[in-house]
């Protein structure tokens, strides 16, 4: 049998599975939900769902990987024939992901050459995305670009490639958005200054806010950590499979939640201040691309000549979060790919860069060539990319995490996730707390979720 490949340390690991878990929703998606569910409330909410709901779906999902020694696509399968469908559906999600983050990554890329040649001040007029994703061909040239990076470091392996990579970009990542977040704080335009702006973020405010209003948040919260922890889509489980066995697993769970939830706090100490400071309360309500891709420009733009310089170290910064992603998604399907086809490390790579290449392109050509308005059924107005992130994030996620909470839960048993957890004679903790969100909270919550992927927002 062929010897898998490993981490060479638990640092590796944590950092590799914390790049992977920091990506582009903590930074457009966790500072808008903050500053529009009560700041300080929001974050409260957000830490202890990170300790209890995702800690149980990390430590579930880790465990399978490094008990089996499988990627997903036959890890579940490898514990209980019976579900093995599990593995398909979380294998599934990284092959619809990949095409459009990629697209998404060559926006940023896009960006941050702008930035970085001094025509940042460009990409602040008005419609400047619009026109740049509706145009050819240079979104479908950034999205090459972008996968064909990705493609080499997944190339190159778990140590040489992932595991290298991660240890360099990670520490750069922190050292960036730690220097803007404090440079964000001095912010002032005479009549509102960053740590105003800070206030509003990390202040609770629950004023005029009603039961419903506070349980909107809670699942906000569940959405916000289920998306952006990187599980049920296969990536945790094959990171697992990567964790020498003699390795603290609870360690460095703790140590990516640490990771992930500090990123996330950072993004809104980076973003929210400095919204607010130049384009006030009414600037914190877009998220998404519009976060990022019109509304930040504005802010730097009004910043003056130094805003040049922010904007390209940001976008820097914003290239590596979605760089670290978009490895681990594709790493998650070369490694089906050889588990289960016998495929070499080149083969697959090759095979999956090529079709995410085409479906990347497909998703560009959406916006001009191919550009269709589809209703979906939670209200929103979708193009393709929207298709592709609607069906895998919000349908087929919570599906395979139900699934997988079912089937350790009941038929697995959670005590062959607390024995891994346990191998090294280690403590796990919180072991009645894990039974509990396994079996009882953890599907709940994310039957809740999917439920309302079902529902439209506007009704």
Known sequence: MKKRNSFSSSLGFVLAAAGSAVGLGNIWRFPYLAAKDGGGLFLCIYIVLALTFGFTMLITELSIGRKTKQSALSAYGAIDRRFRWIGVGASVVPFMILPYYCVIGGWVMKYLTDFVTGKGSASAQSGYFTEFISSLPSPVIFDIIFLLITAFVVYRGVNQGIEALSKVMMPILLVMIVGISIYSLTLSNGERTGLEGMKIYIIPDISGMSIKDI?????????????SISVSMGIMVTYGSYLKDDEDLVKSVRRIEFFDTLVAFLAGVMIIPAVYVFMGREGMSSGGP???????????SAMGTVGSI??????????????????SILETITSSLIDSLGWSRKKAVLAETAAAGVLGVLICLGYNLLYFELPLPNGTTAQLLDVFDYLSNYVLMPATAIATCIFIGWFAKPQTVIDEARKNGEKMGREKLYVVMLKFISPLLLGILLVSSFIDAAS
Do not use: K
Request: aromatic residues 24%; hydrophobic residues 70%.
């Open 215 to 227: 349980f909107r948040v809670i699942f906000d919260a569940v959405g916000q950590l289920f998306y």
């Open 310 to 327: 922010v904007g390209a170290v940001f976008f820097v910064m914003v290239f590596f979060a979605a760089l670290t992603s978009s490895i």
């Open 290 to 300: 519009g976060l990022m891709f019109v509304a930040l420009p504005e802010v730097f």
